[in-house]
């Protein structure tokens, strides 16, 4: 079972760029059979798949946030990223990575809550 | 992409079984055999209970079970206890090669 964990900062200004990072550990990032997932949970609202990664660099995102976000890998470190740029309250969630092997999201960080405010 | 559409709520008693739908269309759950299902207790990740539409984890309930039917996917929970009092949402593949997930359904033991 592999541990992951978020870190990055808690609060965002509007119209910045929002950064988190995924530590994990357990198990290495450059496994193929895994792909490495960020979800996100406005408060009070339902998930929402954001994109992910394989340890190729090959990246997936959501359509609706396709324009704004980038995921990124660093395999030496174990570590996974990301950015959401030009942020408004609307991006104000609880911001989950995971692991999947392929359509199974087995291993979720315990969330961390970015709110967008000024 | 379109959120995949569950119903806001479903509740029993203990003991009995109650299913909860999962509606999507002919490009991710009627098209593809990657459906998911999650349970999330309040303040807490989500936790896979279901993969690959009928597929149950190690140390999942045997009481849960999940099928599919064309575009709709099914989660069953069967003596029903208080433990799966939670939100339980779905998730499909789309032919974009991405996921969605399902609206989110709040399952109450009465």
């Known amino acids: 079972q592999l541990q992951l964990q978020e870190s990055g900062p808690g609060l965002v200004k509007p119209s910045e760029t929002l950064s988190l990072t995924c530590t994990v550990s357990?198990?290495?990032?450059?496994?193929?059979?895994?792909?490495w997932d960020w979800t996100r949970q406005p408060p009070g609202k339902g998930l929402e798949w954001i994109g992910s990664?394989?340890?190729?660099?090959?990246?997936y995102y959501s359509p609706s946030l396709k324009s704004r976000v980038t995921i990124s890998i660093d395999t030496s470190k174990n570590q996974f990223s990301l950015k959401v740029n030009s942020v408004t309250a609307a991006d104000t969630a609880v911001y989950y990575c995971?692991?999947?092997?392929?359509?199974?999201?087995?291993?979720w960080g315990q969330g961390t809550l970015v709110t967008v405010s000024s | 992409q379109s959120a995949l559409t569950q119903p806001a709520s479903v509740s029993g008693s203990p003991g009995q079984s109650i299913t909860i739908s999962c509606t999507g269309t002919?490009?991710?759950?009627?098209?593809?055999?990657?459906v998911s299902w999650y349970q999330q207790h309040p303040g807490k990740a989500p936790k896979l209970m279901i993969y690959?539409?009928?597929n149950r984890p190690s140390g999942v309930s045997y009481r849960f079970s999940g099928s599919k039917s064309g575009n709709t996917a099914s989660l069953t929970i069967s003596g029903l206890q208080a433990e799966d009092e939670a939100e339980y949402y779905c998730r499909s593949y789309t032919s974009a090669d991405t996921y969605v997930f399902g609206t989110g359904t709040k399952v109450t033991v009465l």
């Open positions: 995971a692991s999947r092997i392929v359509g199974a999201t087995t291993d």
């Open positions: 690959d539409v009928g």
């Open positions: 990664i394989y340890y190729s660099g090959r990246t």
């Open positions: 357990g198990g290495s990032i450059s496994y193929s059979s895994y792909f």
């Open positions: 002919s490009s991710d759950v009627g098209g593809y055999n990657y």
